[in-house]
């Protein structure tokens, strides 16, 4: 057996996978479970990687015309029985407001009191309560599109949670648009993939397939759902967007009707589009190692912490002061439009604080000692390479070229998750070998066992639930800039006219 | 009897100053009512005034080491049991998750199902549930300061509501903060107390009276509550943001216990502080006029309006290109930490046109035609200033001032706001005086009637509450800055310390 190395992470990866991520959350102190049963408390340092998702999204929703607006967070019972097959799909995870005041019972505790005449649900999604508004504000063909967007909290009552993966409530935006067209609203619907494609790749370092999802994997109501998926480093999927053709459905549903250039009486064609917290689960799993979290510079909560180093009361001072005027110095550096965000760790707890940081995921880690500073030169660490592996650098240089260093970072992460996920992902074209492939177990060339399996599939809901029942695999995307080569399914061997993503999933 | 002068809204402040401020916020697309009792749904020309609202103070709370989190929705309803005078102040006005799915019923429509063991409350604060983490997150006096802040949505179930005034969800921050000392807690209080009052007085042009409220006025569980009263135009108050000291009392129910320097086991002091989305029914009846809302430029949706004027078809291309030239150019420029917005508004709708961008409070209006073109001039109007004047200024020049335009703007407004509160601001000694000036009829003086009336009062909650009963005027502020003249109490005649502010409020 070979030596074990020692993990500031315990349990590793490949131990115990989900264990792994929950304690790579609790010693990145990104977030932690709340006594509310599903729910979780982000912290500064994961509300920080939120806020920046935020705001980057945010400008580029806004680039495409998209205004924020805000809609309540209660639906009328009512509302959401107008779409049939919606409400079908939501039903079973709803958090159900029924009363409205607190009374004293009998017994001298609180009591619910005030039973409202109809049930409020808190909203697990909001195409209703805006396609009311919507309803209101189009009355002619020169009031579309309308494109509207929100970022709010909703809440779907899961049984089984895990923190950012699957929680009770959870932040996200959501993106509504009305169009004259059917054309049109589908065009909206690829460009919201589009830009959550670009933006997992070019922010979260995240690689991703663009595609659609099967009949039975859509969003409840939609005509088309089309979605981005990445590939974690269990090799398992984990749909990190998706962008919704809702057709006429809810136009229909919530009267969204207007006078056309033809004077015609018509539905709205819609779309819905979101991405949420689970985000950064995504992050944490695609990029996380053995020693914790690793952050892509641009979406880091912060890029680098300075560690001032003395061990003499009368070095303090000298230390602290360039510490200091180094910090300022970098903060004035903008880094794709916010500026170089610097912490300083002065706590003197040995070489605990350097760890602490690793396992937070900063990009870089300064240290600063009376001997640097007399060479003046700084001794900085990448979180991308091992904890060993720091560098001498002149501290003009470093100044020079942070920019450069964090795009190398930010490349480099991307690199590296490309790569698994192409090494994991096979073209497979037997069954009994696609059975092998996902069989726990079965594992003869462990390196490729497990992951995407790209298979022909011929359209029947059948075989898909047979695949799914057997091996908890699913169609994760039919995807849309794959080749369509002709094949037989992988299943029934029906003919088929392109392979499809097959995975395991979050 | 003089000429009624046609104003873009009607009713006018002086008919009917609420049904006027309903009018305002329609007109001027801000928000609007949803189906939802009691919710609104805030538009995009609203919601922009509340995100650059967020992205100051956000800055700004920063600024004083504050970081952001978010913590769940839901409040179990033993948690806000745990604080006595706290669950007391919001047992009336709560929505309460009783059940976490729907079921179909034997008439076939949905019911709720899945009952909960423990009702949930919808957040109307977050003491409780912040406090549950605080308490984990504090071991020693190391751990302290905390200085937290979410954005956040509450909901407290409001009887009688009004659009940004009074709704059953709004949008808010709250900060909490957990100290090592009593002094330290209190500094704290005062600080946000003057951060909130810098606020409103350099960016929404809102001047405020800066105090204490009494003990019957604070927030249910605090020790002291500290707020930021305005004046509106109905001469009423409105309370924009409070400050709480909490003293031990939150940290005593929710175990928030360090071990102090001295190896002791004390209870942490804490405060909380908050400001909403009523700060923009505050804007509202702070600046707007008869003719529609007046956005401060600081805090506005949009700067300026480009009004193309074209009367032939071959004008347009010409006029299009030197408008969408200066839009550029213009959107270059910041202002206040944000580029300088640019609505290009080119509808070919007559006269309807400049009134719509009045009634949204833009502050500049720009109207350019072939002629303007021609002289390379602009026509411009001011919000602040009548419709009719508008003036002819040099392009350049104009987007060489531009700046300080908007500057002089804002300034206006701000010391309009103040000289009408101090107009109607006065100070009485005697109680028949005092209840002539709150009766309403009774008006022999008619520009001083209302108001604040600054009188003293002796501490007494009697005298207090029998005011408030005959003439539904409340003590709104003890004012921090005013001298400590010494008096006798308006009511009862008692010895007083000093003056209060006496006014009816929203």
């Given at each position: 057996m070979s030596k074990k190395i020692k993990t500031a992470i315990v349990p590793t990866r490949s131990d115990d996978y989900p264990e792994w991520y929950q304690q790579v959350v609790k010693a990145s102190d990104l977030a932690e479970k709340s006594p509310v049963r599903g729910c979780m408390v982000i912290k500064p340092w994961g509300y920080a990687v939120w806020e920046n998702i935020r705001n980057i999204l945010d400008e580029m929703f806004?680039?495409?015309?998209?205004?924020?607006?805000?809609?309540?967070?209660?639906?009328?019972?009512?509302?959401?029985?107008?779409?049939?097959?919606?409400v079908e799909g939501f039903a079973k995870e709803c958090a159900v407001v029924t009363h409205h005041r607190l009374e004293k019972s009998g017994q001298g505790g609180l009591i619910p009191a005030g039973e409202l005449n109809e049930p409020l649900v808190v909203r697990p999604t909001s195409e209703t309560i805006i396609g009311d508004s919507f309803s209101k504000w189009v009355t002619s063909y020169r009031d579309l599109p309308i494109l509207i967007n929100q970022w709010a909290n909703v809440v779907r009552?899961?049984?089984?949670?895990?923190?950012?993966?699957?929680?009770?409530?959870?932040?996200?935006q959501e993106g509504h648009t009305a169009h004259a067209?059917?054309?049109?609203?589908?065009?909206?619907?690829?460009?919201?993939?589009?830009?959550?494609?670009?933006?997992?790749?070019?922010?979260?370092?995240?690689p991703v397939i663009k595609g659609c999802?099967?009949?039975?994997?859509?969003?409840?109501?939609?005509?088309?759902?089309?979605?981005?998926?990445?590939?974690?480093?269990?090799?398992?999927?984990?749909?990190?967007?998706?962008?919704?053709?809702?057709?006429?459905?809810?136009?229909?549903?919530?009267?969204i009707v207007f006078q056309s250039a033809r004077e015609q009486e018509e539905f709205a064609w819609t779309t819905s589009w979101g991405v949420s917290t689970r985000l950064i689960g995504g992050l944490i799993m695609t990029h996380s190692d053995d020693d914790g979290l690793v952050l892509p510079p641009k979406i880091a909560s912060a890029h680098v912490v300075l560690l001032p180093i003395f061990r003499k009361p009368e070095e303090k001072a000298m230390v602290m002061e360039f510490t200091e005027n180094l910090a300022k110095e970098l903060?004035?550096?903008?880094?794709?439009?916010?500026?170089?965000?610097?912490?300083?760790?002065?706590?003197?707890?040995?070489?605990?604080?350097?760890?602490?940081w690793i396992k937070k995921g900063i990009p870089l880690r300064v240290e600063i000692g009376p001997?640097?500073?007399?060479?003046?030169?700084?001794?900085?660490?990448?979180?991308d390479c091992g904890h060993r592996e720091k560098i001498s650098i002149n501290r003009e240089e470093f100044v020079q070229t942070i920019h450069n260093i964090l795009d190398e970072i930010q490349t480099n992460l991307f690199d590296r998750a490309l790569a698994f996920q192409k090494n994991n992902t096979v073209e497979i074209d037997a069954k009994?070998?696609?059975?092998?492939?996902?069989?726990?177990?079965?594992?003869?060339?462990?390196?490729?066992?497990?992951?995407?399996?790209?298979?022909?599939?011929?359209?029947?809901?059948?075989?898909?639930?047979?695949?799914?029942?057997?091996?908890?695999?699913?169609?994760?995307?039919?995807?849309?800039?794959?080749?369509?080569?002709?094949?037989?399914?992988?299943?029934?061997?029906?003919?088929?006219?392109?392979?499809?993503?097959?995975a395991k999933a979050y």
């Open positions: 806004k680039a495409t015309g998209v205004k924020n607006a805000y809609f309540p967070l209660f639906i009328p019972l009512s509302f959401l029985e107008k779409e049939a097959e919606h009552w899961e049984m089984r949670t895990r923190i950012f993966l699957r929680t009770s409530e959870f932040l996200w067209t059917e054309e049109e609203a589908r065009e909206r619907t690829r460009l919201m993939l589009e830009l959550y494609a670009e933006f997992a790749e070019k922010y979260l370092a995240m999802k099967t009949p039975a994997e859509r969003f409840p109501g939609a005509i088309d759902t089309m979605c981005i998926e990445a590939m974690m480093q269990d090799k398992k999927a984990l749909q990190a967007g998706t962008s919704h053709f809702l057709g006429q459905n809810f136009a229909r549903s919530s009267g903060g004035r550096i903008v880094y794709y439009s916010r500026r170089i965000e610097v912490e300083i760790d002065d706590r003197e707890i040995g070489g605990a604080r350097g760890w602490d001997r640097d500073i007399a060479q003046n030169s700084l001794f900085v660490g990448r979180r009994k070998e696609f059975y092998h492939f996902f069989t726990p177990g079965n594992v003869d060339r462990p390196e490729i066992h497990g992951g995407f399996a790209l298979s022909h599939w011929c359209g029947s809901e059948n075989c898909e639930s047979q695949i799914k029942e057997d091996l908890s695999v699913t169609i994760r995307s039919i995807p849309q800039d794959a080749e369509k080569e002709r094949g037989k399914c992988i299943f029934c061997g029906s003919p088929a006219g392109q392979r499809v993503v097959f």
